[in-house]
């Protein structure tokens, strides 16, 4: 009886920590000129990671940047667009975090879920050099 206690206990242990992995998903990208509609050689470069908890919805991100020709004027998750293709913002990234590193979160429609697990979102930061976008990068699952 003690032996099959401890066995359910065993199984239950490992099935919670299965079962709270699963519930979130974890996305990254660089962010370069190259990766912007129309491209720019420009030196910038970042780097975005992010996280969404499947439960609540909440998706969080954090990102990193540097050689930009001038300071964030804006920064935003765009989509649903594949690489190549310019999308409306889905998240805006709010004007007093655009400092280095910036970090938000945001609760997702299911629409913007799918859309995000689909690799359809992109992420990029403007500057006034270059008002449409300086840095972009498609936001992929990251494993």
Known sequence: MRGSLIAWTAAAAVFAAGAASADTLHFST?????????????????KVRAELNT???VFS????????????T?????????????????????GSSLANPMSGTATLTDA???????GKWYFNIHTAANPGGEIRGQVMAAH
């Open 30 to 46: 660089g962010l370069k000129g190259a990766d912007e509609v129309p491209a720019h050689a420009v030196p910038g470069t970042g």
């Open 112 to 118: 913007q879920i799918a859309d995000l697990e689909a």
């Open 61 to 72: 991100y954090k990102v990193t940047y540097s050689g930009l020709t001038g300071p964030a």
């Open 55 to 57: 439960t609540t919805k």
């Open 74 to 94: 804006m920064a935003h998750f765009h989509g649903p667009a594949g690489p190549g293709v310019n999308a409306p913002p889905v998240v805006p990234v709010p």
